[in-house]
């Protein structure tokens, strides 16, 4: 068992419009409407000129980590990082490989650089001056598991306070077709080894083969859970937002289970 | 506090220079490059390449047989060197096939795949053929799942995609999951395999040369593009094996006293125990802060603090090479630039932090590291800014080069090529020379080697160095 503990969140997704927002949605208040997204500007992290080079996939990152620290009494550029996707921005994947069946080629510079899957967390890590460690990964259905891990073993074995943050972009029709990221979502998680004042709750991660994976009540919601591999998130956001003990369920690989046991801090 | 060293019981090398690891050493000896003009199909581009024959034929059959394209196909090659998958199937019988993790590095895993499809759309729809399998050739997890599925490993995994870092930081990850207890021994690799993406890519921000790459030389003018996998098998070091770094003014006596590792269970009993913990954000290799200030007695530590485990096995397949003697990972260190998605920071800020918080990891100091593996593209940026965070850290005297006149810059799998490049040096005593290199930039400091030789060695660095900013250093050591 691996124990770390939850600092802050961010959320965006359609109808899931920040961390604090989403509360009486994710907590069965009100039901859940797919509304669109609007487009977020990271001009309040990046300069005007890193700014005009990001991409939808990139704002979409850059705008739940930015919600995750705005509160924090962390220093954000002490943070480090783990940048969960399954796929990144297949907008530039789809883009760059349009432009190879024309002649002579002519990639994009600023294409080829945000093509690398560690794009958003350059940004941010540029953004925040951070220059601690930071982690690209993907393992793609579970994906977002796998970000957990990754920042439950920075957190406890390099004794580090990290921000994970899971998001997927859609492709563009054509490739979307085999991708299947339906929708836009993204979460961020603020995660420190020790508790501290700002503690929400602790998070407990273990491995197992006995259960079954998570899913939730309300059919909507539902279907998003299944609609990318960051939004199956949910059942443990939706823990989190009830603020009650209570476990999510996270399928992973080969026929093992992430169990996520949390404890709301008193 | 010092890691606990990894052994590096196993490792296989695919790249221009060929087939399995001695291929790679006999070119090292011999001072042959695997460059080549470009003629990969469909790409006139001016540039030279390190590109390894016969993929083309080389299908992946029988129950894998979706996932083939170029990069997984260039995974099985590198599989299937080295007695490799051999040494990972008696690793699985000791520890069980969901207790060894699998991580990976690449950049563009099957893109290649890709953009053939998107020359091939459907005449009638436009739609992208049925046939094609995204999610087992492109997709970026599509290579570790073959990976997996190939040694038939069911532990932890995932792809680590930090562009030209991907495969040096898969060694620091292992080390994290195998300390959580999450698994006991792991596979670490990297593949990256020839594409349009990348050949233009580059080509496009003007840091392809016309040339056969020449590190650190003042006539340097850019990057070749390799392609390359790379595979090790990682296991704590058992019982037997006693630290080199633990004799120093202490006697040898592992000095943790009243400072435990947080994770001392790791391999033993598969659950982590907590065991104390360090002062917050100073630990480790990702620390902020090197944590020994007082740095007395040095070079002690190692692996006393954790349990001898696997006392019983000896294996079959370490130091075939080198006499007997093996490899261990000893120290990584990991940062980010801050600074540009494709530049480096011009005084290598970044670089300064991964090689500092390495040597803080392996508790080493500068001068007990033999040599350098430089990332050493041979873009005038990055060898400008690589050459003053080297000497920065390690001053004008440690004996570096750049490996990448044998193989090109082989991308997300630089880091474990030449990781096991410094492995078989570290084996066999020899200093390799920059090929290429024939007169050192008069701007640069770093004690650069323009001929190879003999001479011994304990530990060595390897930096890869990203765009994005993502920087890795990691240092290896031998096994006495």
């Known amino acids: 068992m691996i124990r770390m503990y939850l600092t802050a969140l961010g959320l965006s997704a359609p109808g899931l419009l920040g961390w604090t927002a989403s509360h009486p949605i994710l907590t069965g208040q009100q039901p859940y409407q797919p509304t669109a997204l609007p487009t977020f500007s990271p001009r309040g992290i990046l300069s005007a000129n890193e700014c005009r080079r990001t991409t939808a996939s990139i704002k979409l990152a850059l705008q739940v980590a930015q919600e995750a620290v705005a509160n924090t009494p962390l220093p954000v550029s002490q943070l480090s990082s783990v940048f969960a996707s399954s796929d990144a921005d297949l907008e530039i994947i789809d883009k760059i490989c349009r432009t190879l069946t024309v002649p002579d080629r002519p990639v994009s510079p600023t294409d080829f650089h945000n093509s690398v899957h560690n794009a958003t967390a350059g940004y941010w890590t540029i953004g925040t001056t951070s220059d601690k460690l930071s982690t690209s990964l993907s393992a793609r259905e579970v994906t977002f598991a796998a970000g957990m891990l990754e920042a439950a073993t920075l957190v406890t074995v390099e004794n580090l306070p990290v921000l994970l943050v899971a998001s997927d972009y859609p492709a563009p029709s054509l490739l979307n077709e085999v991708c299947g990221i339906q929708v836009p979502f993204a979460t961020a998680l603020l995660l420190t080894p020790e508790p501290t004042a700002a503690s929400r709750a602790s998070l407990t991660l273990q491995l197992t083969t006995q259960q079954e994976e998570t899913r939730l009540p309300q059919p909507d919601l539902e279907k998003l859970r299944l609609s990318s591999p960051a939004a199956r998130s949910l059942p443990l956001l939706q823990v989190l937002a009830k603020n009650i003990a209570g476990q999510s369920i996270l399928a992973y690989l080969s026929e093992q289970q992430l169990v996520i046991a949390v404890e709301p801090s008193v | 506090m010092p890691i606990h060293p990894l052994q590096l019981s196993a490792y296989s090398l695919v790249n221009a220079l060929g087939r399995g690891i001695n291929a790679s050493w006999s070119a090292l000896q011999e001072s042959r490059s695997g460059l080549r003009p470009c003629d990969f199909p469909d790409t006139p581009l001016t540039t030279w390449i390190g590109r390894v024959d016969g993929l083309e034929e ?423």
Not at chain 2, 121 to 142: E, H, I, V
Not at chain 2, 304 to 324: C, L, N
Not at chain 2, 352 to 367: C, E, G, K, V, Y
Not at chain 2, 389 to 413: D, E, I, N, R, Y
């Open chain 2, 58 to 480: 080389e299908a992946i059959t029988g129950n894998l047989a979706h996932f083939d394209c170029r990069n997984n196909r260039l995974a099985q090659v590198g599989l299937q060197q080295d007695d490799f998958q051999e040494a990972v199937a008696q690793a699985r019988t000791r520890y069980g096939a969901a207790r060894m993790g699998v991580f990976i590095g690449t950049s563009t895993s099957g893109v290649q795949h890709t953009e053939q499809i998107y020359r091939q759309p459907d005449p009638l729809t436009g739609k992208l053929p049925d046939s094609f399998l995204y999610r087992y050739t492109q997709n970026l997890f599509a290579v570790t799942d073959f990976v997996r599925q190939y040694l038939t490993l069911e532990g932890p995994s995932l792809t680590i995609s930090t562009a030209c870092s991907s495969s040096a930081k898969v060694f620091a990850t292992a080390y994290r999951y195998i300390q959580a207890g999450l698994c006991e021994a792991a596979v670490v690799g990297g593949i990256d395999s020839l594409c349009q993406t990348t050949l233009y890519g580059f080509n496009a921000l003007e840091l392809v040369s016309a040339h056969p790459c020449r590190p650190w030389d003042s006539q340097r003018d850019g990057i070749n593009i390799g392609e390359a996998a790379g595979f090790a098998l990682l296991e704590p070091v058992h019982s037997g094996y006693s630290p080199p770094y633990q004799g120093g003014a202490g006697g040898g006596k592992p000095v943790h006293s009243g400072h435990s590792p947080p994770y001392q269970g790791g391999a033993g009993g598969g659950k982590p125990v907590h065991s104390g913990h360090s002062p917050p954000y100073q630990g480790g290799a990702g620390g902020g802060k090197p944590v020994h200030s007082g740095y007395s007695p040095p070079y002690q530590g190692g692996a006393g603090g954790g349990k001898p485990v696997h006392s019983e096995y000896s294996s079959p397949f370490q130091g075939r090479d080198g006499g007997g003697k093996g490899i261990a990972l000893v120290g990584y260190g990991e940062s980010n630039d801050a600074y540009h998605l494709s530049t480096p920071h011009p005084d290598g800020k970044g670089a300064i932090l991964a090689m500092q918080r390495a040597l803080t990891s392996a508790h080493l100091a500068p001068d007990q590291v033999n040599y350098l593996n430089l990332h050493g593209t041979a873009s005038r940026a990055n060898d400008l800014a690589e050459d003053k965070a080297v000497v920065a850290v390690f001053g004008t005297q440690t004996p570096c080069s750049s490996t990448k006149g044998w193989t090109g810059h082989t991308l997300g799998t630089a880091g474990i090529t030449e990781a096991i490049l410094v492995s078989l040096c570290l084996l066999h005593n020899f200093l390799p020379r920059s090929l290429n290199t024939n007169i050192v930039d008069p701007q640069l400091r770093a004690q650069i080697l323009l001929d190879s030789s003999e001479q011994p060695l304990q530990y060595a660095t390897s930096n890869s160095f990203g765009f994005g900013g993502n920087n890795c250093s990691l240092i290896l050591g031998r096994l006495t």
